[in-house]
T-cell receptor, first 114, second 110 residues
């Protein structure tokens, strides 16, 4: 089955700096890659996603890039703010899988230092 | 929040007792999922459903069973709870490509 590796597991940045979280996946048939943000004690919430026919997608301060050849995708947060502090999860879904199952990375705890 | 609720939100139980967690959705989504979340493991799929009475196993299904008798309800049962099942349990629904999560149930097995 699909395997998703996520790095780093923890990340500390100064407010205003950029943060980058990287994920690699194993199944070349994966075609959908969402990112979730989970604040302490809350549910994971989708913040951005990308499909395999697109190389990059942006939404304000957040962007995701996808390299299908290398089988990795990354989350970029610019001009970080204290409210960006949370755990971020990447995920991948294999095309054609009837379950529409997502395989998640183990998460990155981002701390933005004021 | 995609109209998803979970009950109970918190539960403390003893080893060996049965426990049932409920996920309820109001938007008629066909696919529903149960995950557990543990430190260092991220989100792991327990079981999922693709319609009424249609369910299948996920990555960590041992010790769990599920039922879906109505589109809106997906039940997760721990037949005989063990301390290793102490976790936070999230239900999710699929809407197009994306999964949306319920608020979670925090379960402590003593």
């Amino acid at each position: 089955g699909e395997n998703v590796e996520q790095h780093p597991s923890t990340l500390s940045v100064q407010e205003g700096d950029s943060a980058v979280i990287k994920c690699t996946y194993s199944d070349s048939a994966s075609n959908y890659f969402p990112w979730y943000k989970q604040e302490l004690g809350k549910r994971p919430q989708l913040i951005i996603d990308i499909r395999s026919n697109v190389g990059e997608k942006k939404d304000q301060r957040i962007a995701v890039t996808l390299n299908k050849t290398a089988k990795h995708f990354s989350l970029h947060i610019t001009e970080t703010q204290p409210e960006d502090s949370a755990v971020y999860f990447c995920a991948a879904r294999v095309s054609g899988a009837g379950s529409y199952q997502l395989t998640f990375g183990k998460g990155t705890k981002l701390s933005v230092i004021p | 929040d995609a109209g998803i609720t979970q009950s109970p939100r918190h539960k403390v139980t003893e080893t060996g007792t049965p426990v049932t967690l409920r996920c309820h959705q109001t938007e008629n989504h066909r696919y529903m999922y149960w995950y557990r979340q543990d430190p260092g493991h991220g989100l792991r799929l327990i079981h999922y459903s693709y319609g009424v009475k249609d369910t299948d196993k996920g990555e960590v299904s041992d010790g769990y069973s599920v039922s879906r008798s109505k589109t809106e309800d997906f039940l997760l049962t721990l037949e005989s709870a063990t301390s290793s099942q102490t976790s936070v349990y999230f239900c999710a629904i699929r809407d197009l490509d994306t999964q949306y999560f319920g608020p979670g149930t925090r379960l402590l097995v003593l």
